[in-house]
């Protein structure tokens, strides 16, 4: 367990604001709790570089960070399975690098501030290799693992003790280099 040094500041805290493990969606989104704004961006780009080593290079535009219903995030991550990423809370989307994540987060809150910086960890990851972060299966999985090793980090900075990313102890490359990761729960009958 990590406390500061006798007479030191308590780590900094991210400033409050005015796609994993699932996160139970609330009944009704918290106006104005999802909400990201300029210097919590920046703080949590900040905690993503710092923790996984990812230089974020001068100048690099910040992601777009976008709240979105879960049947948003659903429709533009995966539209042709239906309901096959309902557990989804976050997504780095190259493409258009922006993120997208669940409107009933609240960012005052380290635990659903940790989607984020695992999502901008990916952000940094793509700056750094580009398509090459999802060239093999095994470095799609090695980009996955070190995304939940900073979330967890992170986490545990400000003693959330919720532990994300369980589900990559189930996953292994199945088949082709150029496969996706496959979960497969080993020891069940008929597995």
């Not at 406390?3 to 400033?15: E, I, L, Q, Y």
């Not at 290079?57 to 979105?68: A, F, N, R, T, Y």
Request: hydrophobic share 40%; proline share 10%; with cysteine.
């Amino acid at each position: 367990m990590w406390a500061p040094p006798a007479g030191a500041d308590p780590p900094r805290r991210p400033a409050l604001a005015a796609l994993n493990a699932v996160k139970p969606a609330a009944a009704t989104p918290r106006p104005g709790h999802a909400a990201i704004d300029a210097a919590l961006a920046a703080d949590l780009l900040d905690w993503a570089s710092r923790l996984s080593g990812l230089p974020n290079p001068p100048g690099e535009p910040m992601p777009q960070l976008i709240p979105l219903p879960q049947r948003e995030i659903e429709k533009t991550v995966c539209p042709e399975r239906r309901g096959g990423c309902g557990s989804l809370v976050a997504v780095y989307d190259t493409d258009r690098r922006r993120v997208l994540y669940r409107d009933t987060l609240d960012m005052r809150d380290p635990t659903d501030q940790s989607f984020i910086v695992h999502e901008l960890v990916h952000h940094l990851q793509f700056l750094q290799r580009g398509a090459a972060l999802f060239a093999t299966c095994q470095s799609t999985l090695a980009g996955e693992a070190q995304a939940y090793r900073v979330q967890n980090l992170y986490q545990a900075r400000f003693r959330q003790w919720q532990r994300m990313g369980e589900i990559l102890r189930y996953m292994h490359c199945d088949g082709s280099a150029d496969a996706e990761p496959v979960a497969r729960l080993f020891g069940l009958p008929g597995r």
